[in-house]
């Protein structure tokens, strides 16, 4: 009798201390997992200058990969149809970039010009400002005694130590660039021996997953940088000819300016303004500025909105509010960099989550409605 007594009250104990170890479990697997992703980020941003130099060497790399495969074709062996791709890609970017520097310089040298009507605009505006404010606070009820005013005594920076954080910045940056043409000249001399050693990493039974997965990466990269390139020049084209109809100064600079920097998404309307409006400011009338105020607002929402959907859309098919999400972080982790990487980099990550199958309700998450209708049909 004593036995079958104690049977009911030990059970309950035994149950609560399984339940308890249930939820200690995973409680550090949570934990773990958190903390996992906190070394991670860590890393990421701790590893700024290596990685986003290796991934714009892959993009470049992806976008001269076509020209070796065309030369290979006409019996170049990869190794010289790489350097021959990669050495005409220097030319043409040193090419440009003497090109925009010296129309950069020209346009500073006479800026100086147009500085009087600049000041008188911004006077006005000042003007505006002052008795706004003025009006306001005549609304406001007077305090009975005077407020203390806070002083903040800042200690300058010292001129040894801004060139010499100036110097190591710089210093990084040109090691970086030193490093992308021998990147870019192994990545696609390499390119058939880093495939095939990337899928036999995995199972035999996953490599053809990983075959896929791959090959769709591969594709969404090119197209990406293809897709830009032809919008941005649609754009310039179509920038260039309207700037030029208004008499702005040095239109043709401008307009391939503020046509490419208008991709960047979300904030590009706001960069690729600024550049013609702070040039047309004191120079063209303000019928000549509303139509350069609506040319670049009606370029930009049709490139956004009817070309890059057509161009680059259909291999990206990311949600707009995780594109958001993804460029607000790896601004924050990279800066200007970030906001490059970042639509690539969460393309490829939905592509990865597409394959692998615990996954997929994540990269469902990730997608537009009509990806996430196709999904069973690219991961079969």
Known sequence: ???????????????????????????????????AIAAAVGLIYLLKLVLVTILFSALLAFALDPMVVALAKIRVPRAIGSAIALLLFIALSLALTFFFYNRAMDFLDELPQYSVTIRENLQKLQAQADKLENSTRSLMPEGKGKKPIPVQVQQAPGLTKLISSGASQFGDLALAIGFVPFLIYFMLTWKSHIHSATLAVFPKEKRLVAYRTIGRISEMVRSFIVGNLVVGLLNAAASTLIFGYVHLPYFYFLGVISAFVGLVPYLGLFFALLAPLAAGMGVLTKTQLFIVFVTVIVLHLVSMNVLYPKVIGRRLRLNPLVVALSLLFWAWIWGAFGLILAVPLMAATKIICDYIEPLQGLGSWLGDSSSNGRLTRTTQ
């Open 1 to 35: 009798m004593a036995t079958t007594q104690q049977q009911p009250t030990d059970r309950p104990t035994t149950e609560e201390e399984v339940e308890l170890l249930r939820g200690s479990v995973q409680a550090t697997v949570v934990a773990q997992f958190v903390i």
